[in-house]
Every structure is written in structure tokens, then in C-alpha cells.
């Protein structure tokens, strides 16, 4: 995630590069030995069902047991063992999660009007039927995801939502995972992970519904899976590495700035951290504020890696430069500490999600604690989509009905365009409605 060549023409003569990573900022690659076990995997699961679910499961997850299934009693208790002040936490994020999507949802309207005498066009906002949900587990598990895939999916009004979660405690899946799906309404949760969660998920193995939309982040061979199935079931992005950019200007704090682009950097070795900033100051302290943390942070190796190879700051003249610079990166988390937000909001137009003021940080959202959803898309798809919501569980459907006394106004001129395009059958399903009105 950094500018290219044309990119800084683009952003204006004012533009200082100070830090940015080696080579051609493009998403990475596709592994082929990757998107070849993928594809060996589904065509296997395909053919040999949960015989090969479960073969997988017990070679690459760990499973011991001969259910999938987690037991109601076990989902409902998971969170027992836990910390309360985790259990709180968990509760707050799930219910703030649901509550911003009924407020989404509650924005998205059916209507009906008539748009010339005699039609009246129509949209009805239609749940999808069956839902597969990835809760990742691995290094770190992510424990807000539930509250993001399977509680906005409940509150959307989806009727049929599968989980599925990695084994990660001999043999168990995580028991704070679980509680998080308990929180956010999962009613079945299944101990598998990976390729063949995806897979049992969307060829109906689990519960024997075929999924038809799958949501969820996890690591490439979830992504290839997820890219190899779709178009078979819906999915919600193709996520890469997860994504932070800062803009900041003399107000700033450049141990607040350093803190955040780090949080997010420690999510993987390959996560882009960058800073457009419009204050010497911060272009050179932050860089080594970074380095100052990095030698405290216990994730330092991952980080530290991430800030090395994939890290970026630009220094610019103008707040101006400043918001090109990251309309045309596009990232996936954007912060602004700086004055006059209500100018940085109006001006921003390509990002996931938006944090606004020194009070407003990504974390919030990524444990589910500011209530918008942090399943967002990557690699500059925030160009031309938004992230996961409530309106990605709703099918925006459109319909029609016409009086006799509209035949005339439509179907003449279906009928011009069809002869035009020589398309006889389209002209003749018009011609002859317009034969029976007598017009």
C-alpha cells in the first residue's frame, strides 16, 4: 500500500517521500502451490463429502472427536470459564455491533411508486436464506468477527446462519470464540477450519443446507477457497493483509500516531502502515517513535516486519495533497487526528472505514466496540466497495406491475428499439400486446 509513479503526479509537486517499501505497490500474488491444494481440496470434498471433511479436519485442524458439531450445552457455557471483565467486554461489542446494524437496516426501505401513469415500479429488501460464517482462530483469534458475520446476519433477518471455527484447545474450539458467536446469536457452531470449512459450508455438509453466501476473514487458503467457490455461494470481500493508514498534522501526537499504525501492523508480518502527514515534525519523529515501541511490543517480530517492508510515510504541503494521497491508496482502516474533521470527512471519498480525531482509534472498531463492522476490503477495493453491513445479507430486489392503460407508452417504443436491434421476439411480445389494446 503505497503510491505508485502516477500516483504522485497525481497528488502534486508538494509531495515528499520519506519512507516507503521497495518495488511495485500492487496485492500480493497469488501462490500457485496455494491455489492448487485449494482446489484439490474442494474437488475432493466435493466428491467424497464429510469423509473428506473429516480426513482434513483431523490432519490439518487437529480434531479428535467424530462430531463437528459443537453441543448446544457447550456453546451456551463457553463463556463460563472466562474472565468476567472479557465476558463484559464481549457482551458490549456484540450488543453495540447489532444495534448499529438495526440502524442500518432500518434505512433500508421498501418502496413502491408510479413512474409514469399506469407502472408502478417497485424494491423489496429480501433477506439471503443461508449463510456460512468463518470465525478465525489461529495465531490470534480475532473474537469480534462473530459479532460482525453472524450478528449482523441475524439482525439482517437471515434465517439459516452456520459457523464454523477452528479447533484450537485440544481439539475444542476456543471457548472465548464460542461465547462471542453465543453473544451474537449463532445457533450452530461446527469445530472445523480452513479449506474444508469453506467447503462443507458451501456444498451443504454440515447441516445439509447449502450455504448460499460465506463471510469471514481467514488466511490465503481461506481466501483462495473463498475466491475458487464464488459465484457458487456469495461471499463478502476478498480481504489480503489487513491495512492502517494515518493522516496527521501539527496537532498530533507522534506516540499516538506511531501506537496506532502499529496495532494494526501486528496483525502480520505483510500489513501496510502508512502516514500522509503535513508536519515535519511527525514525518520525523514518528518513524522513530515506531522504533522506540517496537523495542517494548511483544509482538515486535511481527510488527517490526511489517513497518520494515511494508511501511510508508509521506510528507506533503497542503491538507489537499494529503487527502489525494490517500483517496488513491484507499486503505482499508483510515484514521485523521487533525483539525477541522468535518473538512477530512466531506473530502475522503476511498477507504473501508473512517475514524475521525485523536479520540476515534481503529481498535475500537476491530473489537466490535464502536458498533461498525470490521470486515472491509483491502488492497485498494476500497475504490469502488464498501465492507460488510447489514445490506450485504439483503438481496435489493426490484419489481413491476402495469395497468392495460400503459401498454401503449411502453410497448411502442420496445417495439422501435427491437426492430432497431432486429431482436423480432422482443418486438413481437410488445407488438402483440399493443395488437390487443388496439393500439
Same mark, same amino acid.
Request: aromatic content about 6%; glycine content about 10%; charged content about 25%.
Given at each position: 500500500?503505497?503510491?505508485?509513479?502516477?500516483?504522485?503526479?497525481?497528488?502534486?509537486?508538494?509531495?515528499?517521500?520519506?519512507?516507503?517499501?521497495?518495488?511495485?505497490?500492487?496485492?500480493a500474488e497469488r501462490d500457485p502451490a496455494v491455489a492448487a491444494t485449494v482446489s484439490e481440496m474442494l474437488s475432493r470434498i466435493e466428491r467424497d463429502g464429510m469423509d473428506?471433511?473429516?480426513?482434513?479436519?483431523?490432519?490439518?485442524?487437529?480434531?479428535?472427536?467424530?462430531?463437528?458439531?459443537?453441543?448446544?450445552?457447550?456453546?451456551?457455557?463457553?463463556?463460563?470459564?472466562?474472565? &468476567?471483565?472479557?465476558?463484559?467486554?464481549?457482551?458490549?461489542? !456484540?450488543?453495540?455491533?447489532?444495534?448499529?446494524?438495526?440502524?442500518?437496516?432500518?434505512?433500508?426501505?421498501?418502496?413502491?411508486?408510479?413512474?409514469?401513469?399506469?407502472?408502478?415500479?417497485?424494491?423489496?429488501?429480501?433477506?439471503?436464506?443461508?449463510?456460512?460464517?468463518?470465525?478465525?482462530?489461529?495465531?490470534?483469534?480475532?473474537?469480534?468477527? !462473530?459479532?460482525?458475520?453472524?450478528?449482523?446476519?441475524?439482525?439482517?433477518?437471515?434465517? %439459516?446462519?452456520?459457523?464454523?471455527?477452528?479447533?484450537?484447545? #485440544? =481439539?475444542?474450539?476456543?471457548?472465548?470464540?464460542?461465547?462471542?458467536?453465543?453473544?451474537?446469536?449463532?445457533?450452530?457452531?461446527?469445530?472445523?477450519?480452513?479449506?474444508?470449512?469453506?467447503?462443507?459450508?458451501?456444498?451443504?455438509?454440515?447441516?445439509?443446507?447449502?450455504?448460499?453466501?460465506?463471510?469471514?476473514?481467514? %488466511?490465503?487458503?481461506?481466501?483462495?477457497?473463498?475466491?475458487?467457490?464464488?459465484?457458487?455461494?456469495?461471499?463478502?470481500?476478498?480481504?489480503?493483509?489487513?491495512?492502517?493508514?494515518?493522516?496527521?498534522?501539527?496537532?498530533?501526537?507522534?506516540?499516538?500516531? $506511531?501506537?496506532?499504525?502499529?496495532?494494526? $501492523?501486528?496483525h502480520g508480518p505483510t500489513s501496510p502502515a502508512s502516514l500522509a502527514t503535513t508536519s515535519e515534525r511527525l514525518a520525523d519523529e514518528v518513524p522513530r517513535e515506531i522504533?522506540?515501541?517496537?523495542?517494548?511490543?511483544?509482538?515486535?517480530?511481527?510488527?517490526? !516486519?511489517?513497518?520494515?517492508?511494508? =511501511?510508508?510515510?509521506?510528507?506533503?504541503?497542503?491538507?489537499?495533497?494529503?487527502?489525494?494521497?490517500? %483517496?488513491?491508496?484507499?486503505?482499508?482502516?483510515?484514521?485523521?487526528?487533525?483539525?477541522?474533521?468535518?473538512?477530512?470527512?466531506? &473530502?475522503?471519498? #476511498?477507504?473501508?472505514?473512517?475514524?475521525?480525531?485523536?479520540?476515534?482509534?481503529?481498535?475500537?472498531?476491530?473489537?466490535?466496540?464502536?458498533?461498525? %463492522?470490521?470486515?472491509?476490503?483491502?488492497?485498494?477495493?476500497?475504490?469502488?466497495?464498501?465492507?460488510?453491513?447489514?445490506?450485504?445479507?439483503?438481496?435489493?430486489?426490484?419489481?413491476?406491475?402495469?395497468?392495460?392503460? !400503459?401498454?401503449?407508452?411502453?410497448?411502442?417504443?420496445?417495439?422501435?428499439?427491437?426492430?432497431? &436491434?432486429?431482436?423480432?421476439?422482443?418486438?413481437?411480445?410488445?407488438?402483440?400486446r399493443l395488437d390487443i389494446v388496439g393500439g
Amino acid at each position: 500500500m503505497h503510491l505508485t509513479d502516477q500516483d504522485k503526479e497525481r497528488v502534486g509537486a508538494g509531495l515528499r517521500v520519506v519512507k516507503e517499501p521497495d518495488g511495485p505497490d500492487r496485492p500480493a500474488e497469488r501462490d500457485p502451490a496455494v491455489a492448487a491444494t485449494v482446489s484439490e481440496m474442494l474437488s475432493r470434498i466435493e466428491r467424497d463429502g464429510m469423509d473428506a471433511v473429516l480426513r482434513y479436519a483431523r490432519e490439518l485442524d487437529g480434531f479428535t472427536g467424530s462430531e463437528l458439531r459443537v453441543p448446544d450445552a457447550e456453546l451456551a457455557a463457553a463463556g463460563d470459564a472466562l474472565p &468476567e471483565a472479557l465476558r463484559s467486554a464481549l457482551q458490549a461489542g !456484540a450488543e453495540r455491533t447489532r444495534r448499529f446494524a438495526a440502524m442500518q437496516r432500518a434505512r433500508l426501505q421498501d418502496f413502491e411508486e408510479e413512474v409514469l401513469p399506469g407502472v408502478v415500479c417497485g424494491q423489496r429488501f429480501v433477506p439471503v436464506e443461508n449463510v456460512g460464517a468463518y470465525l478465525p482462530a489461529g495465531r490470534f483469534p480475532l473474537l469480534a468477527s !462473530a459479532f460482525m458475520t453472524v450478528g449482523v446476519a441475524d439482525v439482517a433477518g437471515v434465517g %439459516n446462519v452456520v459457523s464454523a471455527t477452528p479447533p484450537s484447545r #485440544n =481439539g475444542r474450539p476456543h471457548p472465548a470464540v464460542l461465547h462471542a458467536a453465543h453473544l451474537s446469536g449463532a445457533r450452530s457452531v461446527y469445530a472445523v477450519g480452513g479449506v474444508q470449512a469453506l467447503a462443507a459450508m458451501a456444498f451443504g455438509l454440515l447441516d445439509g443446507v447449502p450455504s448460499d453466501m460465506i463471510v469471514g476473514a481467514g %488466511n490465503a487458503y481461506v481466501a483462495e477457497a473463498k475466491r475458487q467457490l464464488f459465484g457458487r455461494v456469495g461471499i463478502d470481500v476478498l480481504a489480503g493483509p489487513s491495512e492502517v493508514a494515518v493522516i496527521a498534522d501539527d496537532t498530533a501526537d507522534a506516540a499516538m500516531v $506511531a501506537s496506532d499504525l502499529l496495532a494494526q $501492523a501486528e496483525h502480520g508480518p505483510t500489513s501496510p502502515a502508512s502516514l500522509a502527514t503535513t508536519s515535519e515534525r511527525l514525518a520525523d519523529e514518528v518513524p522513530r517513535e515506531i522504533e522506540k515501541q517496537l523495542a517494548g511490543l511483544a509482538t515486535a517480530e511481527i510488527a517490526g !516486519a511489517a513497518w520494515r517492508d511494508h =511501511g510508508s510515510v509521506y510528507l506533503t504541503e497542503t491538507r489537499e495533497e494529503a487527502a489525494r494521497v490517500m %483517496n488513491l491508496l484507499a486503505p482499508e482502516h483510515l484514521e485523521v487526528i487533525a483539525e477541522d474533521l468535518d473538512w477530512w470527512l466531506g &473530502e475522503l471519498r #476511498n477507504y473501508g472505514s473512517l475514524f475521525l480525531g485523536p479520540w476515534s482509534t481503529v481498535v475500537y472498531a476491530d473489537k466490535g466496540m464502536s458498533g461498525t %463492522n470490521h470486515v472491509l476490503p483491502t488492497a485498494r477495493g476500497a475504490r469502488y466497495t464498501g465492507g460488510l453491513s447489514v445490506a450485504g445479507f439483503l438481496k435489493q430486489l426490484t419489481y413491476q406491475r402495469a395497468t392495460r392503460d !400503459a401498454t401503449a407508452a411502453q410497448a411502442r417504443p420496445t417495439v422501435a428499439v427491437s426492430d432497431f &436491434e432486429r431482436l423480432v421476439g422482443h418486438r413481437d411480445s410488445a407488438q402483440l400486446r399493443l395488437d390487443i389494446v388496439g393500439g
